[in-house]
């Protein structure tokens, strides 16, 4: 009777927690939200194989349910604040859709600061980690990164500056929106969703956006022309996205658990992100090319550098705007702008 009693009393401190066994090791489910449909790229080629290698290198003990399309409710506007406050554990979201919420990120943005995705996504790193610690406090950040875009049109291309003017055209975000303001055309802030619609009601001419996302919305069907410049930095105008994790959901999980996580993260999941981007960018471009009526413009040399021009007060613009809330403005220019040189040697 002793031995049966002390095996019941050494059972109930074992599964109350003075031992520990691999069949009670605590188990997470978390819930990745998303304005991405299932069928883009972003959500195929990156956003599901983080999820599965969570679960593989957690042994399964993290499981990650990916959901796309704002299947969890609310606007792409209002990623930022579910993740915040806990609604969803996870998301990946273009920051730019909150305005004011993450405006430092935007010197990235900026026109012509871009060169390549490595050199942008490296630098983007060292960034956030020298200015935007406050910014992503209420946050656990897994990755801050960027692509670069390209102009859509739909029945009028754009052949030289001034063909900007008055052309109604969708901007993913406000710096996009200031350089169309800038090349004398209207902008207009939408999310993905409500493009398609608009271009095929002509609310809009056409949009900023990047050839990875072209394919889900099915662009290569509703434009017909598409314009970059001249010179080593051809693209309309830079992305930055965003994949934030809630700071308390990260907090609340075991040092092993966070040591997967944090294997899958910033500087460690960077160059995974780099490949992954050139690479649905470049599928994305021949989606485009496939169709015998698309046409590809690239202005020349001198129209380009009229537009570089006639853009340069855009750094103005952003300039001021981060004066104003006492930051320093020209520096966060001249440090996106050296980190970017420093990475694309």
Do not use: C
Not at 1 to 22: H, L, N, Y
Not at 77 to 82: E, G, H, I
Not at 167 to 194: C, D, H, N
């Amino acid at each position: 009777m002793r031995k049966s009693a002390f095996i019941a009393i050494a059972t109930v401190a074992w599964t109350m927690g003075f031992g520990s066994a691999p069949s009670l090791a605590q188990e997470v489910t978390l819930r990745v939200h998303t304005f991405m449909p299932p069928v883009a790229n972003p959500a195929r080629h990156f956003l599901l194989p983080w999820a599965e290698k969570i679960g593989k290198d957690s042994n399964g003990r993290i499981k990650v349910n990916v959901h796309t399309s704002m299947q969890l409710g609310g606007t792409p506007a209002q990623l930022l604040t579910q993740v915040r406050d806990g609604v969803v554990d996870i998301i990946w979201t273009l920051p730019g859709f909150t305005p004011g919420i993450m405006v430092k990120d935007e010197a990235f943005e900026l026109p012509f600061l871009h060169r390549d995705t490595k050199s942008t996504v490296m630098a983007l790193q060292d960034f956030t980690a020298m200015h935007m610690q406050k910014e992503l406090a209420p946050y656990h950040p897994l990755l801050v990164h960027a692509h670069a875009g390209t102009l859509f049109m739909t029945k009028n291309p754009i052949n030289k500056v001034e063909d900007f003017r008055g052309m109604k055209l969708r901007t993913p975000s406000r710096t996009s929106a200031w350089i169309v303001e800038a090349a004398g055309g209207a902008p207009l802030q939408v999310a993905l969703p409500e493009l398609a619609p608009m271009l095929t009601k002509g609310t809009v001419s056409g949009a900023v956006l990047t050839y990875e996302i072209a394919p889900a919305v099915k662009m290569q069907d509703l434009v017909d022309y598409f314009t970059t410049f001249d010179g080593p930095q051809p693209r309309m105008g830079t992305t930055v996205f965003m994949f934030l994790m809630n700071k308390a959901k990260y907090q609340s999980l075991p040092p092993d658990l966070k040591k997967v996580i944090d294997d899958n993260s910033g500087r460690n999941l960077a160059p995974f992100a780099i490949k992954v981007w050139d690479t649905i960018d470049a599928d994305g471009l021949k989606a485009m090319q496939a169709r015998s009526k698309n046409k590809f413009v690239t202005l020349n040399a001198a129209e380009t550098a009229k537009f570089k021009s006639m853009v340069q007060p855009v750094y103005a613009r952003f300039k001021d705007e981060i004066d104003k809330s006492g930051t320093n403005g020209a520096k966060l220019i001249a440090d996106a702008q050296a980190l970017v040189e420093k990475y694309a040697k």
